[in-house]
């Protein structure tokens, strides 16, 4: 049997439980979550493939938790609301995201183990490196970063993001807010957060090309201004 390790730390669970149910889905593998942990088992002859679809899977899962990371904790955002931090940090995160991603899958080689915190603090100094230097720029420039000009920052971070979804609608089930693609598939999304900001980050992160919102009236003034105004003309308002 060839066996893997993966360690992450308590706010990587969500990422970890993604990398488990996809290997359920596409590899012969034997499975086991602990804590922090996924371990995983195949057969010789399978790991290659498992491999395969693992690189990727961790590579993605580096950039969008570590970079995250990177810019709650160091950007100087104090000034705006919740919702117009999350979704600039949101969008800083997926700008560039296919430079960073490869940056991140060419360090990376799957022995045994891979514990990604200390992957990313010591392998991975030239992506933090690159991340600084936005930083240092949006920092300089903090004053910038302010109503109008903001949201057309946001228009061109978020024109630059690849879609994922034809078109994402958005309803409101009472207590939080559920999305469905173009062929009604639910779609999964981060709620760790509150039911407003996970929607603003959901969105976001899948770039639809249009949005059909049907509930607007039980969004935020914050929260329909970023949807409506930074997402422009792919929003349909409906009833």
């Not at 705006?80 to 990376?108: G, P």
């Not at 514990?115 to 100094?125: I, P, T, V």
């Not at 936005?134 to 920092?139: G, I, S």
């Not at 999964?188 to 603003?200: D, P, Q, V, Y």
Request: with cysteine; glycine share 2%.
């Amino acid at each position: 049997m060839w066996e893997f390790t993966i360690i992450g730390n308590a706010n990587l669970n969500l990422y970890l439980k993604n990398i488990e149910l996809t290997l359920k889905q596409k590899a012969d593998v034997i499975l086991a979550a602990n804590k922090n942990t996924l371990s995983i088992a195949c057969r010789p002859e399978n790991k290659q493939k498992v491999i395969k679809l693992l690189k990727p899977l961790i590579s993605e899962t580096i950039v969008l938790f570590y970079k995250e990371q990177f810019f709650k904790n160091h950007i100087n955002l104090n000034y705006l609301s919740n919702q117009f931090k999350t979704a600039f940090i949101k969008c800083l995160v997926l700008f560039d995201f296919e430079e960073d991603y490869i940056i991140a899958f060419n360090e990376l080689e799957l022995i045994n183990a891979i514990n990604l915190d200390s992957f990313f603090h010591f392998k991975l100094k030239q992506l933090k490196n690159k991340w600084q230097q936005l930083l240092y720029v949006l920092n300089s420039n903090s004053t910038f970063l302010e109503s109008e000009a903001l949201l057309d920052l946001l228009k061109f971070l978020i024109s630059s993001i690849k879609p994922k979804r034809e078109s994402v609608d958005v309803y409101f089930n009472g207590t939080k807010f559920v999305l469905s693609d173009e062929n009604n598939n639910i779609l999964m999304f981060n709620n760790s957060e509150s039911a407003e900001l996970s929607l603003i980050s959901g969105l976001i992160t899948l770039a639809p090309k249009t949005i059909n919102l049907h509930c607007a009236g039980v969004l935020s003034n914050n929260t329909f201004k970023i949807i409506y105004y930074v997402f422009n003309k792919k929003v349909n308002l409906l009833v």
